[in-house]
């Protein structure tokens, strides 16, 4: 099972470079911006040998944080459910060490999937100007902390 965990870990760390973040322990995938960090977290299952990828992006403006935990940000998502229907499957499936799969095919629906759901949003994210659009064109599989809604509004 480790082996497979490695073409995980693998197919991020690949991914991750080409958009400019930085791993932190294999699990965790950051990138500094004045306004915003942005970061992608490998979750793994607690009930089996399955792997979860989560986005994120903290807003500086609520408090400076250097390597904020993914929960933690006011601006989550799981990368799947931006997919449609037959990519998610795939990439679930990818994600999932009990189900079967060559490598090379595991690594790439991994690599492709975190840099166009995961990493390639999150890069597009380099203020919060930039930011809070791109959260409205994703749509309601995006989770908003409403501290930050309630802020905006207000501005």
Not at 90 to 118: Q, T, Y
Not at 134 to 148: S, T, Y
């Amino acid at each position: 099972m480790s082996e497979g965990r490695d073409v995980i870990v693998r197919a991020l760390v690949e991914a991750a470079t080409g958009y400019g973040f930085r791993g932190v322990r294999e699990t965790n995938y950051y990138r500094e911006r004045p306004e915003t960090v942005c970061v992608l977290n490998l979750q793994k299952s607690s009930w089996g040998p399955q792997f979860y990828l989560n986005a994120a992006i903290w807003l500086t403006r609520f408090g400076l944080e250097r390597r904020p935990k993914e929960h933690k940000c006011q601006i989550r998502w799981r990368v799947d459910s931006l997919m449609g229907s037959e990519q998610s499957k795939a990439f679930a499936e990818a994600l999932d060490l009990d189900h079967s799969m060559p490598d090379d095919v595991r690594l790439s629906l991994i690599k492709n999937g975190a840099a166009s759901h995961g990493f390639g949003l999150l890069a597009r994210c380099e203020s919060e100007d930039a930011t809070l659009p791109l959260v409205g064109e994703l749509g309601p599989q995006i989770r908003v902390a409403l501290k930050v809604y309630a802020q905006e509004k207000a501005n």
